[in-house]
């Protein structure tokens, strides 16, 4: 769904915003591999089969985590309702300056921080439950506790109906989803660099 805030985008002309969004990915890629899992953004295949089987229309809340330089956080806010709100969570700040500095719309929440504060970062600002968490942060190369712990934490702070959307170049987030969700589909997506399995994940269990 096309929104008011389509014009919104700051940071000058798409070529240029891509070539800036390219080389904060790179740069931060070089800096910290392991956390970051890929110099490429999110294709816009991979993002459009991630996101189009949701129905956005009702969504009041979505939480991202691991925005990077933002081909997820475009998409969401262009499927979001007028009063929706995305509160996207990056460990990095330059990528959270990035979002800033090239996305002028008031849905959009930039924070720095770990996506296990995510209960804690949106206490802070008086927001929850969410309808959906969408993710690609690279759950494989982290220690398995963190990532246990972000999950655990997501599976509380969604609503009961709500779901967790995620890319992955592995499939170690697989039966960590499957402990903490009733429902898990996947499937792949190809044209991107590199292939990447999706996972919906629904109905936190508690
Ligand atoms: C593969 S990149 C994905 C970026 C973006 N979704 C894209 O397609 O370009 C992974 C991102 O997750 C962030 N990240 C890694 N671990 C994180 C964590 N524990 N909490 C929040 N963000 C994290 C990295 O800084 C990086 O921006």
Redesign the pocket.
């Known amino acids: 769904m096309a929104t008011q805030f389509d014009a919104a985008q700051a940071g000058g002309s798409r070529p240029a915003r891509f070539a800036s969004s390219l080389s904060v990915?790179v740069r931060?890629f070089l800096r910290k591999p392991s956390?970051?899992?890929?110099a490429f953004?999110?294709s816009r295949h991979l993002v459009d089969a991630l996101l189009d089987p949701v129905d956005w229309s009702s969504a009041r809340l979505v939480v991202e985590?691991?925005?990077?330089?933002g081909?997820?956080t475009r998409a969401i806010l262009e499927r979001l309702p007028r009063d929706g709100r995305l509160v996207a969570?990056?460990?990095?700040r330059h990528?959270t300056r990035h979002l800033r500095d090239t996305i002028a719309d008031p849905r959009l929440i930039a924070v720095t921080a770990?996506?296990?504060s995510a209960e804690t970062v949106l206490a802070r600002h008086g927001l929850g439950p969410a309808d959906a968490i969408v993710t690609?942060?690279?759950f494989s190369t982290?220690p398995r506790r963190?990532a246990a712990r972000?999950l655990d934490v997501s599976a509380r702070v969604l609503r009961d109906d709500g779901q967790l959307l995620a890319y992955q170049m592995r499939s170690t987030v697989a039966p960590m989803l499957a402990e903490r969700f009733s429902t898990l589909d996947t499937a792949m997506a190809w044209r991107n660099i590199p292939p990447c399995r999706l996972y919906w994940a629904r109905g936190p269990v508690d």
């Open positions: 990915m931060e956390l970051v899992g890929s953004p999110a985590y691991g925005p990077g330089c081909p997820l969570i990056d460990v990095s990528f770990c996506a296990g690609g942060i690279p982290m963190s972000i």
